[in-house]
């Protein structure tokens, strides 16, 4: 089992940046890969980017340029750097585990609210 806890969510003015970071408990870190999903009203969750356990990354055509995926293994962290921030981002954001050889998002945190808005 892992547990995944998300942080570093808030309000951010247009044009700002955050940094969300998930912290994941367990030994076998290094072997999943992660993604960041969020999820706004009304909406259905969406993979936003990801990253597999040999560091190549994905992104959301609406992301690229703006947001930066990355782990830190040794902290059992993995990051997502946000900039250029714009209204349509505001959401909830998930972090989310995949275990090696397994098709489907296993592990999921509890989310957390990113808020753009002048």
């Known amino acids: 089992q892992v547990q995944l806890v998300e942080s570093g969510g808030g309000l951010v003015q247009p044009g700002g940046s955050l940094r969300l970071s998930c912290a994941a408990s367990?030994?076998?870190?290094?072997?999943?890969?992660m993604g960041w999903f969020r999820q706004a009203p009304g909406k259905e969750r969406d993979l936003v980017a990801r990253i597999t356990s040999g560091n190549r990354t994905n992104y959301a055509d609406s992301v690229k340029g703006r947001f930066t995926i990355s782990r830190d293994n040794a902290k059992n962290t993995v990051y997502l750097q946000m900039n250029s921030l714009k209204p349509e981002d505001t959401a909830i954001y998930y972090c989310s585990a995949r275990p090696i050889l397994i098709p489907t998002w296993v592990y999921w945190g509890q989310g957390t609210q990113v808020t753009v808005s002048s």
């Open positions: 367990g030994r076998t870190f290094s072997s999943y890969a």
